[in-house]
């Protein structure tokens, strides 16, 4: 059985200014507020150049890798509610157990949004605007937004 390294999460804690930089991608070079500490490689490999103490805060986990060559070859994805088809897509092994927005997508408030890749994936509300797809990890979580991305709360 072999198995690989997954990064869920690439960051890192600054231990002199609390900040915590954290890389989304792989050429994602990012640094706390002093800039004693920064992160990069995304979920492909953990990088830290740092002139200064730090805690590292990845989240990593160890899978399985298939024995079948044919699962690990990256394929075509369809886009959800578009005619957009993906290719090169990581092999979905790598995302088993968990939310993601090509292999295993959750049941969200923009789910009913098509998605659009703009080097991460997205939903595009009937406003027009982007809003970051809840199941791509690789996404940053904030956004501009009117509100129409967040689930309707019923009145107490």
């Not at 939310?99 to 923009?110: E, T």
Request: charged letters at 25%.
């Amino acid at each position: 059985m072999t198995t690989e390294k997954i990064i869920d999460r690439n960051s890192a804690k600054c231990l002199t200014c609390g900040g915590e930089p954290v890389s989304r991608h792989r050429h994602d070079f990012a640094t706390c507020e002093c800039g004693a500490v920064a992160v990069d490689g995304g979920h492909d490999y953990l990088r830290r150049v740092f002139n200064g103490p730090y805690e590292d805060t990845s989240i990593t986990r160890e899978v399985e890798v298939p024995e079948n060559p044919c699962a690990l070859v990256t394929g075509r994805v369809a886009l959800e509610h578009t005619d957009v088809v993906l290719s090169n897509v990581h092999a979905e092994y790598r995302c088993e157990g968990q939310a993601c927005s090509v292999h295993n997508r959750s049941d969200h408030p923009l789910r009913a949004y098509p998605q659009v890749w703009a080097s991460g994936m997205f939903r595009e509300c009937p406003h027009g605007d982007l809003h970051p797809d809840p199941d791509d990890r690789y996404v940053d979580e904030t956004h501009d937004c009117d509100g129409c991305c967040k689930p309707v709360e019923s009145p107490s």
